[in-house]
């Protein structure tokens, strides 16, 4: 089995949603499942994604997205069927057409992300996602009154990446929505500020952009220094972990560019 060839009990398993298959074209992103690909076929086409059915975060992230996707439409693109065995666990997203954005300082892109960041933000937090606290960075916080600083009720993607975010010629798509979560409102358009930075934005003007973000307009600016601090810990402590992976460093210099600039 490779993400060019899932083997043959995928098949059958996939084909009273697919109908017969005509092409199956894997894609580069999304390497936190076993199948990423655009499937041409009789029903189709769809855009697949899968993993294999074991316990465990991968499997509990792709059942999260399946659970999320009909309070996060249209701003995702629609799941149209799921199926599951006990191999794998297979979603099937209508196709969009659409292209990465780009975070580059100069990109004309900006003001878009911004308008998908703002989308999300005016989505309510559905019944499903009530039970899914946002935790990642609370053991990383000085203390448990910072972290309370980030916790709240606003609906939270946080997998803010270039990849991710999808301009088409008529609409725009904020994509892969594996761990869904609520928290504090600012949180998604402070994880833009480290992608833009590490895009090549300056700390302020990556924060620029992010101020035309409602959650982060209104929030606590002792909130955002402590999601700040917390992000350097995360990212170094990663960057310890795997010292080969270059982005990995190159997140965390971002996250001590941010945290220069918010104590300078």
């Known amino acids: 089995m490779s993400r060019n060839d899932p083997g043959s009990e995928f098949w059958p398993l996939i084909h009273p949603h697919t109908g017969d298959l005509a092409d199956f074209r894997p894609t580069s992103r999304g390497f936190s499942s076993d199948v990423t690909a655009l499937i041409e076929c009789e029903k189709g086409p769809f855009f697949v994604k899968a993993v294999h059915n074991r316990p465990g975060g991968r499997r509990d992230s792709i059942i999260r997205e399946r659970l999320i996707n009909y309070a996060v439409y249209p701003v995702s693109p629609a799941l149209r069927w799921h199926v599951e065995d006990d ?7 209508e196709w969009v057409e659409g292209r990465a954005s780009d975070f580059a300082p100069d990109s004309a892109d900006l003001p878009v992300v911004v308008d998908i960041l703002n989308r999300i933000g005016e989505l309510d937090l559905p019944e499903v996602a009530q039970g899914w606290p946002e ?3 609370n053991r990383f916080a000085e203390d448990e009154a910072q972290a309370a600083l980030l916790q709240g009720d606003a609906l939270l993607y946080t997998d803010i990446h270039p990849s991710n975010l999808l301009i088409g010629d008529q609409n725009t798509w904020a994509v892969d929505w594996s761990w869904p979560t609520h928290g504090a409102a600012f949180i998604d358009p402070a994880c833009l500020v480290m992608q833009l930075i590490a895009a090549g934005h300056t700390a302020e003007a990556a924060e620029g952009w992010a101020a035309n973000c409602k959650g982060w307009a209104d929030a606590n600016p002792r909130a955002i220094d402590a999601f700040a601090a ?5 990212n170094r402590a990663f960057a310890k972990r795997k010292p080969d992976a270059s982005w990995l460093r190159a997140m965390a210099d971002a996250a001590q560019a941010w945290v220069d600039h918010r104590t300078r």
């Open 87 to 93: 191999a794998w666990v297979v979603l099937g997203f």
């Open 135 to 137: 935790t990642r960075w």
């Open 230 to 234: 917390a992000t350097l810990r995360m």
